[in-house]
């Protein structure tokens, strides 16, 4: 498990406290905490994570194909 470190200061949203929660809610976001709880919540067999794991890896690669026929698509598309 690795640490997560996230923290606001005031001084980056010049004291706004809105502002601060939606930065620390950014944050944790990216850092995928959340997910992470939610994953250790249950045990999961370790034939369960990697089938999740291949599953994912293929939705990726799927939807990176789909974002390159679209780009090469855009690219051959005649002006008129």
């Not at 045990?43 to 789909?66: D, L």
């Amino acid at each position: 498990m690795k640490k997560n470190n996230v923290s606001v200061e005031a001084k980056e949203c010049r004291g706004n406290h809105e502002r601060m929660i939606r930065r620390f809610l950014k944050k944790v976001k990216k850092e995928k905490i959340v997910e992470e709880v939610r994953d250790r919540r249950h045990y999961k067999k370790p034939s369960v994570k990697k089938k999740e794991k291949r599953i994912k890896a293929e939705r990726f690669r799927k939807s990176e194909e789909r974002k390159r026929l679209r780009a090469k698509e855009r690219r051959n598309r005649t002006k008129r």
